[in-house]
């Protein structure tokens, strides 16, 4: 969960759409979503960034995309990219 600057909270989802979803934020977690963990630097890009149109955010004059993982229950969520 990601909490704005006004302190109202966001979730990180995976939505249908694309090969592999489309990341987005919603103010309600939707039923039968699993939560993701979001690592800090995930979240200080998607705080901070700006969203391209192909998907990309620019953050701190450097572009990255956000990748997720399964590593047995647990779904994460981090940023790569490309200074």
């Not at 979730?11 to 979001?38: D, F, Q, R």
């Amino acid at each position: 969960m990601l909490v704005d600057a006004s302190g109202a909270p966001h979730h990180l989802v995976i939505a249908a759409g694309g090969a592999e979803g489309t990341w987005t934020l919603t103010s309600a977690l939707p039923v039968g979503i699993t939560p993701i963990l979001l690592y800090e630097s995930a979240a200080n890009v998607l705080r901070g960034g700006e969203l391209n149109e192909d998907g990309s955010i620019s953050y701190q004059g450097a572009l990255y995309t956000l990748e997720s993982s399964l590593d047995g229950n647990t779904r994460t969520a981090k940023v790569s990219g490309s200074a």
